[in-house]
């Protein structure tokens, strides 16, 4: 025998299940399961001004990795180029060339260059020469209230990145 809604039924054929809507405990249930699927999804939906500006960190320091080793392996220039005017920066060689906009992304909003201290303004070309580098650099990255520091060590070609702004 089974019971449902309406009652007792002899026979799954026999019960009529369409005159009586939902009951309280199901509708709970039914609740309960899309907000819990709604908690999970939605911040993934939502981007975040730290999640996007560590996104955009990580691809500027990807760049300055991949100029020290391509300047390293192919004996030739690279140059680093940011356009503080233009919310623009990328690279250029011989053989490629790439620029980038920063628009409504993130700010640099400053870079930090031992020989050319603290710049904030116009335009700074940097170059990665056979042997890399000549000396360090710290650029800061803004977004909102976010704030990334992205360190490259001229000597090896690693970066580090930061939260925060850091001299």
């Known amino acids: 025998m ?3 809604r309406t009652g007792t039924c002899k026979s799954f054929a026999n019960c009529n299940f ?7 405990i199901e509708l709970v249930v039914v609740i309960f399961l ?6 999970l999804v939605m911040p993934s939906l939502w981007s975040t001004d730290r999640g996007s500006l560590k996104n ?8 300055l990795r991949y100029m020290y080793d391509e300047a390293l392996s192919k004996k030739q220039s690279y140059f680093f180029n940011i356009n503080f005017t233009d919310r623009a ?3 250029k060689s011989e053989n ?5 906009k920063t ?3 993130f700010d640099i909003k400053d870079v930090i260059v031992p020989s050319l201290g603290k710049v904030h303004d116009g335009e ?5 020469g056979p042997l890399g580098p000549a000396e360090p650099v710290t650029l800061h990255l803004q977004k909102g209230n976010a704030e990334y520091t992205i360190i490259f060590n001229h000597l090896n070609g690693r970066t580090k990145i930061l939260e925060g702004y850091h001299q």
């Open 34 to 39: 899309i907000s819990i699927i709604t908690a």
């Open 124 to 128: 700074l070309l940097l170059e990665f």
């Open 18 to 24: 369409s005159k009586h809507g939902f009951t309280l």
């Open 56 to 63: 955009s960190a990580n691809h500027l320091s990807s760049t």
């Open 89 to 91: 920066w990328g690279f």
């Open 103 to 105: 628009e409504n992304d």
């Open 2 to 4: 089974q019971i449902s």
């Open 96 to 100: 490629e060339s790439k620029s980038f």
